[in-house]
């Protein structure tokens, strides 16, 4: 079956008459990059299902105000359900009220856009809740409909963790969709189909064929979802999730201008903020200078010849100031502290501040993490006694509590002795941002710290 995009096109010059604006220097990139670019059509997204569906989406969540989740932070069934009736891009698997998220692939992936991009936030309390952020959702429905599809687009590329998708921490396989597989895609004329091969990492050299893992599903289905191709869908004999559901993939014009921008001038592997844990780039692949994420847009301002496009990054341009509250607690053990320190702080000084509240030694290493479900996968802060080469993510004793822009009812995770395990929920209980004089001390204590050891 054959599932196509409902697109409009528009005649005109493509806004792309020089090369100057590349952010990076790649091999094989300036003929091949003006060639692609020089096809006198431009995408129209007047029409866009992906726009209709994430608005129908911001709706749904607005409408209901405290949006209850699970244990986990994931939507619950039966909004899932009420929502999948309500969207185009339906469940591509048989579903039924008592799905997971990880069912809904269209689903799951507009709950990060619109998370990642704070337009919607997770806060953790007595109850779970999915709450607008009623500032930034009116900035959003501001938006052209060109600012909305490169919103969209910008939230996707640079912001959301591609792993929260197939719900099992693999995002390596979306990096390496959007990495090789893009190029492959891209030595195509447009219109030619495109097989995919659920067969391991095997380089083809026909460029007609990819080779893929099953579990590139979402995202070789977002690249449609954003117009770029049509997509044939594989009929299954039987429900997998985890088996590769799509065998062709037919390049669009757009796809093709798209794509070679993105390839050439935002490559995933250096654009995208999770992308390091899964690529290790050679000197010549490294970036001349630092990457702003926030100069993404800047490009798409001239492929849609709208200089003033308006984009919602960065999130929160001005830095947090004052001081924030820290509820710590190890809920097996009912106990709580509630830390108030100023956001100047590190998070190794929160560190400290945990220990000396809880009466532990600090004579072990510990890290600080955002994904709740599987730490190790999100972004993470390790101890800067860590010895080199021997931990993921950014020491944190170079991370400011205001670099993370922290929100009331956000939640990360403290690890601490990673032998005993000792887990610490840390949520944001309150953030003063006129606080002159801040000070880090323990401002409430409930219950009794237990022992760090039996002994």
């Given at each position: 079956?054959?599932?196509?995009?409902?697109?409009?096109?528009?005649?005109?010059?493509?806004?792309?008459?020089?090369?100057?604006?590349?952010?990076v220097n790649l091999p094989d990139g300036n003929s091949s990059f003006n060639a692609h670019l020089n096809t006198g059509m431009s995408y129209d997204p007047t029409t866009s299902l992906l726009i209709d569906d994430f608005d129908t989406f911001l709706r749904y969540a607005a409408n209901k105000n405290l949006l209850p989740l699970t244990g986990t932070g994931d939507l619950k069934a039966a909004d899932l359900w009420a929502l999948n009736d309500r969207v185009n891009y339906k469940a591509s698997l048989h579903v039924t009220p008592r799905s997971r998220q990880a069912d809904y692939p269209l689903l799951g992936f507009l709950f990060q856009i619109a998370t990642s991009s704070r337009l919607l936030l997770v806060t953790f309390g007595k109850t779970n809740a999915l709450v607008p952020d009623a500032s930034r959702v009116e900035q959003y429905h501001g938006l052209t409909l060109e600012e909305k599809y490169v919103f969209l687009l910008e939230t996707a590329w640079c912001y959301v963790?591609?792993?929260?998708?197939?719900?099992?921490?693999?995002?390596?396989?979306?990096?390496?969709?959007?990495?090789?597989?893009?190029?492959?895609?891209?030595?195509?004329?447009?219109?030619?189909?495109?097989?995919?091969?659920?067969?391991?990492?095997?380089?083809?050299?026909?460029?007609a064929m990819i080779h893929l893992s099953g579990m590139a599903n979402a995202y070789i289905r977002a690249g449609h979802w954003f117009g770029w191709y049509d997509v044939r869908e594989v009929k299954q004999e039987k429900r997998d999730r985890f088996a590769l559901q799509l065998d062709q993939v037919t390049l669009n014009h757009w796809g093709k201008q798209c794509l070679t921008l993105l390839m050439h001038q935002r490559p995933f592997a250096i654009w995208n903020q999770h992308a390091d844990r899964y690529f290790f780039l050679s000197d010549d692949e490294q970036p001349n200078q630092p990457i702003n994420l926030n100069t993404f847009a800047d490009t798409f301002r001239k492929e849609f010849n709208e200089p003033d496009l308006v984009s919602l990054y960065p999130i929160n341009p001005n830095p947090q100031t004052g001081e924030i509250w820290l509820r710590v607690e190890l809920p097996q053990h009912k106990v709580s502290r509630t830390i108030a320190l100023p956001v100047s702080g590190t998070l190794d000084d929160l560190?400290?501040?945990?220990?000396?509240?809880?009466?532990?030694?600090?004579?072990?290493?510990?890290?600080f993490y955002l994904n709740l479900?599987?730490?190790?996968?999100?972004?993470?802060?390790?101890?800067?006694?860590?010895?080199?080469?021997?931990?993921?993510?950014?020491?944190?004793?170079?991370?400011?509590?205001?670099s993370l822009n922290l929100y009331e009812g956000q939640r990360l995770l403290y690890i601490f002795d990673f032998?005993?395990?000792?887990?610490?929920?840390v949520t944001v209980f309150r953030h003063l941002p006129d606080e002159k004089n801040a000070k880090a001390r323990v401002v409430e204590k409930v219950g009794k710290a237990p022992k760090q050891y039996d002994w």
């Open positions: 079956m054959w599932l196509t995009n409902s697109l409009r096109w528009r005649s005109g010059p493509v806004a792309f008459a020089d090369s100057g604006d590349q952010a963790d591609w792993g929260t998708l197939d719900n099992d921490g693999r995002s390596g396989e979306g990096a390496t969709w959007f990495w090789s597989a893009g190029n492959q895609l891209l030595k195509n004329p447009v219109g030619t189909p495109v097989t995919v091969f659920e067969r391991g990492w095997a380089q083809e050299d026909n460029p560190h400290h501040q945990i220990q000396g509240a809880f009466g532990f030694d600090n004579d072990h290493l510990y890290g479900r599987d730490p190790y996968q999100g972004k993470q802060y390790f101890d800067p006694r860590t010895s080199p080469g021997w931990a993921d993510g950014y020491p944190s004793d170079a991370t400011t509590i205001a032998g005993d395990n000792w887990q610490f929920l």
